[in-house]
């Protein structure tokens, strides 16, 4: 079993800057991609940013040029930066991560809890 855990949250103007962490532990013998996703009311979970394990990330057309994805693989840790933020950008955020639990595998996802980023306008 894999559990991950949030933080970096809240609420925010329009135009300001929220960093949100994501920590990943338990049974991990290789971690595939880690990566954010949001919810806002309403709507569907989409993709916001993802890593992979060869260090190609991938982003949402909406937040090219002010989200920036990182990881720091000796903690299994995906950060991601957001800047320029908008009030469409309020949602719940959700980390990622597809982890191969062995050597022999199988491959699961696992999901965070959420964190409700606000931006008012």
């Known amino acids: 079993q894999v559990q991950l855990v949030e933080s970096g949250g809240g609420l925010v103007q329009a135009g300001g800057s929220l960093r949100l962490s994501c920590g990943a532990s338990?049974?991990?013998?290789?971690?595939?991609?880690m990566g954010w996703h949001r919810q806002a009311p309403g709507k569907q979970r989409e993709l916001v940013a993802v890593?992979?394990?060869?260090?190609?990330?991938n982003y949402a057309d909406s937040v090219k040029g002010r989200f920036t994805i990182s990881r720091d693989n000796a903690q299994n840790m995906v950060y991601l930066e957001m800047n320029s933020l908008k009030p469409e950008d309020t949602a719940v955020y959700y980390c990622k991560v597809i982890v191969v639990s062995t050597s022999w595998g199988p491959t699961n996802q696992y999901w965070g809890q959420g964190t409700q980023v606000t931006v008012s306008s």
């Open positions: 890593t992979i394990s060869d260090g190609n990330t």
């Open positions: 338990g049974r991990i013998f290789a971690i595939k991609s």
